[in-house]
C-alpha cells in the first residue's frame, strides 16, 4: 500500500497543526518535499526543539506505526538491523536431538520464526498496510561505522540475510533522522536527505505551542511564560531551554496553581528550565533581576509594593 501523500504544502501545515504541531512555511515545505520525492529528512538542531516530535507527527497524519531507533555510542548493525535468538534456537536443536537430522534442523532454526527484527529491519519489512515512519534518533550519538552502514541500507532499503536471502521494502518509510550536533554528520548521509535547521520558536510560534498543549492556562501567565523564555535564550547558558523544558515549567505552574509569574515562584521553579548547575547558580544570581526587569516583572512588583 503506497503512503498517502498531502496533496499541497498548505493542506500539511493544517495537518501538522490540527497534530499541535505549528511548523512555520519552510518546515512545512521540507516536511513535504520529503514525503513527494521520497527522501528522508534530516533535522539539527538543539535539544528540545521539536525534531522528534515531527516522526511522532508524521506518524499520526499517515495513519501509521512509528519505529524508532534510538542511536547511542557503540550501536552496531545487529542491535539497529536483527539478531538471532539464540535461547530459542538452543532449545529447539535440544527438543529435536535424536528425531530429525541436521540439516533440517539448522534449515529450521535459521527461519523468520527464529529472527528477532530490530528497528530497521522492521520498518523495511513492515507487511501490510501504509509504510511507517521510521525515526533514527541522535544519528551524532553514533559511531561513523554505524553511519557507513545506514548509508548503505537507506540507499536501496534492503536487507540481505545470508540464511533467508534479500528482503526489501515494498514501498520505502517515511524516514527521519534527528541530530543535536554534538559532532558532526558525514556529508554523504546529509546528501541522501532535505536538510533542516530547527531553531529555537519565536514568541508567536512559542505562544501558540504553549496555549495549545498546556490545559487550561491563562493568557497573562503564558505570555509571561515565553517572554522568559524568549529572554532567557539570549543570555550566555550551557544548555538554553528548549520548548520542551518551556511546556515542563507551564505545566507545573498550572500544578502550583500560579496564574501569574512572580520573583519568588520563578525561583522555586528553575529545575523545571534548567539541567545543570551551573546554569542554575548564574541564574540565581543577578541574571534573574536582569530576565524579570527585561520582561517588566520587576517594575510591576515594585509598583505592586508601592
Same mark, same amino acid.
Given at each position: 500500500?503506497?503512503?498517502?501523500?498531502?496533496?499541497?504544502?498548505?493542506?500539511?501545515?493544517?495537518?501538522?497543526?490540527?497534530?499541535?504541531?505549528?511548523?512555520?512555511?519552510?518546515?512545512?515545505?521540507?516536511?513535504?518535499?520529503?514525503?513527494?520525492?521520497?527522501?528522508?529528512?534530516?533535522?539539527?538542531?538543539?535539544?528540545?526543539?521539536?525534531?522528534?516530535?515531527?516522526?511522532?507527527?508524521?506518524?499520526?497524519?499517515?495513519?501509521?506505526?512509528?519505529?524508532?531507533?534510538?542511536?547511542?555510542?557503540?550501536?552496531?548493525?545487529?542491535?539497529?538491523?536483527?539478531?538471532?535468538?539464540?535461547?530459542?534456537?538452543?532449545?529447539?536443536?535440544?527438543?529435536?536431538?535424536?528425531?530429525?537430522?541436521?540439516?533440517?534442523?539448522? /534449515?529450521?532454526?535459521?527461519?523468520? *520464526?527464529? =529472527?528477532?527484527? &530490530?528497528? !530497521?529491519?522492521?520498518? +523495511? @519489512? #513492515?507487511?501490510?498496510?501504509?509504510?511507517?515512519?521510521?525515526?533514527?534518533?541522535?544519528?551524532?550519538?553514533?559511531?561513523?561505522?554505524?553511519?557507513?552502514?545506514?548509508?548503505?541500507?537507506?540507499?536501496?532499503?534492503?536487507?540481505?540475510?545470508?540464511?533467508?536471502?534479500?528482503?526489501?521494502?515494498?514501498?520505502?518509510?517515511?524516514?527521519?533522522?534527528?541530530?543535536? /550536533?554534538?559532532?558532526?554528520?558525514? *556529508?554523504? =548521509?546529509?546528501? &541522501?536527505? !532535505?536538510?533542516?535547521? +530547527? @531553531? #529555537?520558536?519565536?514568541?508567536?510560534?512559542?505562544?501558540?505551542?504553549?496555549?495549545?498543549?498546556?490545559?487550561?492556562?491563562?493568557?497573562?501567565?503564558?505570555?509571561?511564560?515565553?517572554?522568559?523564555?524568549?529572554?532567557?535564550?539570549?543570555?550566555?547558558?550551557?544548555?538554553?531551554?528548549?520548548?520542551?523544558?518551556?511546556?515542563?515549567?507551564?505545566?507545573?505552574?498550572?500544578?502550583?496553581?500560579?496564574?501569574?509569574?512572580?520573583?519568588?515562584?520563578?525561583?522555586?521553579?528553575?529545575?523545571?528550565?534548567?539541567?545543570?548547575?551551573?546554569?542554575?547558580?548564574?541564574?540565581?544570581?543577578?541574571?534573574?533581576?536582569?530576565?524579570?526587569?527585561?520582561?517588566?516583572?520587576?517594575?510591576?512588583?515594585?509598583?505592586?509594593?508601592?
Amino acid at each position: 500500500m503506497k503512503a498517502p501523500v498531502a496533496t499541497s504544502i498548505d493542506s500539511l501545515q493544517e495537518s501538522l497543526a490540527e497534530q499541535l504541531y505549528f511548523s512555520d512555511k519552510a518546515m512545512s515545505t521540507t516536511i513535504y518535499l520529503a514525503q513527494r520525492l521520497k527522501k528522508p529528512l534530516f533535522l539539527e538542531g538543539e535539544a528540545g526543539v521539536g525534531k522528534t516530535e515531527v516522526a511522532k507527527v508524521m506518524a499520526k497524519i499517515l495513519d501509521t506505526r512509528l519505529i524508532r531507533l534510538q542511536c547511542y555510542e557503540g550501536l552496531d548493525a545487529n542491535h539497529a538491523l536483527y539478531e538471532w535468538n539464540y535461547a530459542k534456537q538452543m532449545l529447539r536443536i535440544k527438543l529435536e536431538e535424536g528425531q530429525h537430522n541436521r540439516q533440517e534442523v539448522e /534449515r529450521s532454526i535459521f527461519s523468520e *520464526d527464529y =529472527l528477532i527484527k &530490530r528497528p !530497521l529491519l522492521e520498518a +523495511i @519489512s #513492515y507487511g501490510s498496510g501504509n509504510p511507517p515512519v521510521l525515526l533514527i534518533d541522535e544519528i551524532d550519538r553514533a559511531d561513523e561505522e554505524f553511519e557507513a552502514f545506514l548509508l548503505e541500507v537507506l540507499s536501496d532499503f534492503q536487507v540481505t540475510i545470508p540464511e533467508i536471502g534479500t528482503i526489501t521494502a515494498v514501498e520505502p518509510p517515511f524516514v527521519v533522522l534527528t541530530s543535536n /550536533r554534538t559532532r558532526e554528520v558525514h *556529508d554523504a =548521509l546529509k546528501r &541522501r536527505c !532535505l536538510y533542516m535547521w +530547527i @531553531s #529555537y520558536p519565536a514568541f508567536d510560534r512559542e505562544y501558540r505551542i504553549v496555549t495549545a498543549k498546556v490545559a487550561g492556562i491563562n493568557i497573562r501567565l503564558a505570555e509571561q511564560i515565553c517572554n522568559f523564555m524568549k529572554a532567557v535564550r539570549d543570555l550566555d547558558f550551557y544548555k538554553k531551554p528548549g520548548i520542551a523544558e518551556t511546556l515542563d515549567w507551564a505545566t507545573a505552574l498550572m500544578a502550583l496553581h500560579c496564574d501569574e509569574l512572580d520573583k519568588e515562584i520563578v525561583q522555586e521553579t528553575l529545575g523545571c528550565i534548567f539541567k545543570y548547575n551551573e546554569d542554575l547558580l548564574l541564574m540565581q544570581g543577578d541574571h534573574l533581576d536582569d530576565v524579570l526587569d527585561r520582561i517588566g516583572l520587576i517594575n510591576e512588583e515594585r509598583s505592586a509594593g508601592l
